[in-house]
């Protein structure tokens, strides 16, 4: 599963994706590809930290051929894909493809061609969704995963719409598949196990390795939107270490610290030395927490009852202040807002032409069409019971664009740019 998708194309777009900056000139800051990658390296160590107390606690697992390097195998894997189905422009992206269909004219009218479900999935659209629809798909280069990847992937196992959420679980909090994967989503859960929590909708209990992904990902950003804040000042060293100090206590070295004369080094120092015993943190509260977690009563990010739980918070409290509400991310955000809705429009009154018109569409949407990707092309050809599947056969790939790929795209369409001008 890790190798299938570390070499997959929808992967490999991660490259050219936001994660919180837009590419600056001056620096190096992360992408959505070098997060996914951290990630999955701290998904793994906890995957086998957490193994290897399970399997002495269980002998009988390991009588059974199961080791700790194979539940480390299944979070990296999990935690690499974790962001694979995310839009172009980062978190602004997802919105601007909701707020296409809660907004925009042409987008409301589409909600006669669906039913209440699919309709909620297109107006609360969730990348954690697309990811799901992107590694259980026999496009893309045979991208199929195993179960047991797909479950600890699942951090919301539930459907767009349901009659009654459950606001104390955190895997409640967002959902987890499409209509159109309902089904394969189904067979996942029983197939690892997931525990069913209605009789009505959709809803499962998360796979314990879930956990252990969430927490991956909530170690990462927490700590590493800091360091390439205050590398692209910011925020100071100073405010970094009073941060990130109180999570190691008596194990930072303050006079060791202050030897290093290198902004950038001192700030990777304390990344790593802090990332390392969150790691540590979250190990113990997952094994103290493991009876919970199997029966279902156990539904929190690890992270939210760590010792450190409340240093994370007051470090997110200065991200937002400092950077996530930062001119260069504003401008950011707003740009996705307009470019996805954009190239959304352009391509859906395309693809609505053709499907209502059988094969015929008019002029200007007939050279839409043609710029089309030939998957996307075949697509449209086939025969569809509603036209809920064209619209996310449209927005897979819409989603798959680079932040750049997506720009240019987008001023073509619109005339902005014009080859040979």
Same mark, same amino acid.
């Given at each position: ?241 009073? #941060?990130?100090?109180? @999570? ?8 060791? /610290?202050?030897?290093? !004369?290198? &902004?950038?080094? =001192? ?72 470019? #996805?809705?954009?190239? @959304? ?8 032409? /053709?499907?209502?018109? !059988?094969? &015929?569409?008019? =002029? ?58």
């Amino acid at each position: 599963d890790y190798d299938r998708i570390i070499f997959s194309y929808p992967f490999r777009c991660l490259q050219d994706k936001t994660q919180v900056f837009p590419l600056p000139k001056t620096d190096f800051v992360h992408t959505r590809l070098t997060h996914s990658l951290e990630v999955s390296s701290v998904g793994r160590s906890l995957g086998k930290k957490v193994g290897k107390i399970v399997i002495d606690r269980n002998p009988n697992l390991a009588e059974k051929g199961i080791n700790q390097f194979e539940m480390g195998a299944i979070v990296a894997s999990a935690a690499l894909a974790h962001d694979i189905g995310n839009p172009p422009f980062g978190h602004s992206g997802e919105d601007a493809i909701s707020e296409y269909f809660l907004e925009d004219d042409f987008g409301r009218s589409l909600k006669s061609q669906m039913n209440e479900k699919e309709w909620a999935d297109l107006t609360s659209f969730e990348g954690n969704a697309q990811g799901f629809r992107l590694l259980i798909n026999n496009k893309f280069q045979g991208l199929k995963v195993t179960f047991a990847t797909l479950a600890a992937f699942s951090k919301y196992p539930r459907e767009s719409l349901v009659q009654t959420v459950d606001p104390g679980r955190k895997s409640q909090k967002k959902y987890g598949f499409f209509q159109s994967e309902k089904e394969f989503f189904k067979e996942t859960a029983e197939q690892t196990g997931l525990k069913s929590l209605s009789d009505q909708d959709l809803v499962w209990c998360r796979h314990p390795l879930a956990f252990l992904v969430e927490a991956a990902d909530d170690i990462c950003y927490s700590i590493i939107d800091l360091e390439d804040g205050c590398n692209l000042n910011l925020v100071s060293v100073d405010t970094v270490t009073e #941060l990130l100090s109180p @999570i190691l206590g008596d194990k930072f070295d303050y006079k060791k /610290f202050q030897r290093i !004369e290198l &902004k950038r080094e =001192k700030v990777s120092l304390l990344r790593a030395l802090a990332i390392a015993e969150l790691i540590e943190q979250t190990t113990e509260v997952f094994i103290d927490n493991e009876p919970g977690i199997l029966n279902g009563q156990f539904d929190k990010a690890l992270t939210s009852v760590i010792p450190s739980s409340n240093h994370l918070k007051d470090i997110i409290k200065i991200s937002v202040e400092n950077i996530y509400q930062s001119t260069p991310v504003l401008e950011k955000e707003t740009a996705g807002f307009e470019v #996805l809705s954009g190239l @959304i429009d352009a391509y859906l009154r395309a693809a609505f032409d /053709f499907y209502q018109h !059988e094969g &015929k569409a008019g =002029k200007k949407n007939t050279t839409i069409l043609n710029l089309f990707p030939d998957d996307l092309k075949a697509e449209l050809k086939q025969d569809h019971d509603s036209f809920y599947h064209l619209i996310l056969a449209c927005l897979d790939h819409i989603t798959l664009m680079t932040d750049s790929f997506a720009l240019e795209k987008y001023r073509k369409i619109k005339g902005i740019s014009i080859p040979g001008y």
